[in-house]
């Protein structure tokens, strides 16, 4: 897969450059970047078959499009985690699992478009065959995305 030490400066600046925005063309961040864009093109390309990259897509705030019933649903699981988590995967108002170290042995962000959908999803995860409870904290304002997140690769 590869990590980040075995990467020369210039890939760690297009990591840095497409973590912010990859709007626009090569030939753009090319020229952002001063380098050729053949030299982007195969470097970027590099990157994605090292699974380095893994995909593009916008940034959407959840909050404006109607999914304003947000919760991180900490789930003890006395069983069968790998069943537990492909479940979780299956699940579309999970936005995201961590298998997690402490009290819990996995966090669910949830996100539900009313509060009865947000109440059939967290009774859905507390009804998997190996979970044992959940603890649940509603979401009241998000202070910073996470999909702001830019790795300090420089």
């Given at each position: 897969?590869?990590?980040?030490?075995?990467?020369?400066?210039?890939?760690r600046?297009?990591?840095?450059?497409?973590?912010?925005?990859?709007?626009?063309?090569?030939?753009?961040?090319?020229?952002?970047?001063?380098?050729?864009?053949?030299?982007?093109?195969?470097r970027?390309?590099?990157?994605?078959?090292?699974?380095?990259?893994?995909g593009?897509?916008?940034?959407?705030?959840?909050?404006?499009?109607?999914?304003?019933?947000?919760?991180?649903?900490?789930?003890?699981?006395?069983?069968?985690?790998?069943?537990?988590?492909?479940?979780?995967?299956?699940?579309?108002?999970?936005?995201?699992?961590?298998?997690?170290?402490?009290?819990?042995?996995?966090?669910?962000?949830?996100?539900?478009?009313?509060?009865?959908?947000?109440?059939?999803v967290?009774?859905?995860?507390?009804?998997?065959?190996?979970?044992?409870?959940?603890?649940t904290?509603?979401?009241l304002?998000i202070?910073?995305?996470?999909?702001?997140?830019?790795?300090?690769v420089?």
């Open positions: 897969m590869g990590r980040i030490d075995e990467f020369d400066e210039l890939d600046r297009i990591i840095r450059l497409l973590s912010t925005s990859s709007e626009g063309s090569f030939r753009h961040h090319a020229k952002e970047l001063g380098v050729h864009p053949t030299t982007l093109i195969q970027v390309r590099n990157l994605e078959s090292k699974g380095v990259i893994d593009y897509r916008a940034k959407v705030d959840y909050m404006r499009v109607g999914f304003e019933h947000m919760g991180m649903v900490q789930i003890y699981i006395d069983h069968g985690m790998d069943s537990v988590f492909e479940a979780l995967r299956g699940m579309t108002q999970v936005v995201a699992v961590f298998e997690v170290t402490g009290e819990c042995d996995a966090m669910a962000w949830v996100a539900c478009k009313d509060r009865e959908e947000f109440s059939s967290v009774k859905s995860i507390l009804g998997l065959d190996g979970v044992k409870r959940t603890n904290s509603v979401v304002d202070a910073k995305d996470p999909f702001t997140f830019v790795p300090d420089l």
